[in-house]
């Protein structure tokens, strides 16, 4: 009874081990605005379209619906088929000032409100992220002021 115990505690370490270890993987809502639902079908209540480029966190994906978490902490379904790997991240300060360089001292090239949609261009590096807004404007802004590429 002891022995099968610790076997069981033993897997459940392991599992808890191999959760915490795998990392955050980020998405966005394709080309088409998708409709989110409160479960994973198309029977479940439907909650709120989601808009084009949304970043979303996935949580876990059950067969053809992948459950995702948005920049508020909501959680709700989405089709699979409605994400893509395109990273977006979103403003989440009242005004992000995006520089010409990665630090502060750097020259400002554009300004974005809290909500607007900026494409990740390349990961995190020492606190800082480099995007494109949709005109083509890009820079440098600091992680801590967009949501979805962490």
Known sequence: MKYSRMLA???WSCLLATGAAQAIEYKSVGADPAVAYDAPGAKGRKVFVAPRGMPVETI???GEWTKVRDSAGDLFWLESKALTPKRMLVVKV???KIRASADDGGAVAFSADRGVLLELAEPVTSGWVKVKHRDGQSGYVKAA??????
Do not use: P
Not at 145 to 150: N, S
């Open 60 to 62: 876990i994906t059950y």
């Open 9 to 11: 505690l033993c897997a």
């Open 145 to 150: 002021e967009v949501w979805g590429g962490e």
């Open 94 to 96: 009242a005004n992000a």
